[in-house]
């Protein structure tokens, strides 16, 4: 099984930033991505912003620029900094990681980001 820790979260003015940060653990042997989704009240999931194993990264079109992505490899954790926030980047944000060859899905319990105009 694995374990995903998420931190970060909360409320923030626009304009404002946030750090999100998820920690992994247990049977994690070989992690080829880590990365973030979002959902916001009656929309669908999307992605943030992923890091692969080998190093590509991948971002949402919306967040360019003002989110960025990293990855503290020796740590298993993945951190999201997110700048000159929006009230549409309000949503609940999980933690994603993909396990093996098969890049088995894991995701985390959810941090909310609320973004007040």
């Known amino acids: 099984q694995v374990q995903l820790e998420e931190f970060g979260g909360g409320l923030v003015q626009a304009g404002g930033s946030l750090r999100l940060s998820c920690a992994a653990s247990?049977?994690?042997?070989?992690?080829?991505?880590m990365g973030w989704y979002r959902q916001a009240p009656g929309k669908q999931r999307e992605l943030v912003a992923i890091?692969?194993?080998?190093?590509?990264?991948d971002y949402a079109d919306s967040v360019k620029g003002r989110f960025t992505i990293s990855r503290d490899a020796a740590k298993n954790t993945v951190y999201l900094q997110m700048n000159s926030l929006k009230p549409e980047d309000t949503a609940l944000y999980f933690c994603n990681v993909k396990v093996g060859i098969s890049r088995v899905n894991y995701w985390g319990q959810g941090t909310q980001v609320t973004v007040s105009s």
């Open positions: 247990g049977s994690i042997f070989r992690l080829n991505g």
């Open positions: 890091i692969y194993r080998d190093g590509p990264i």
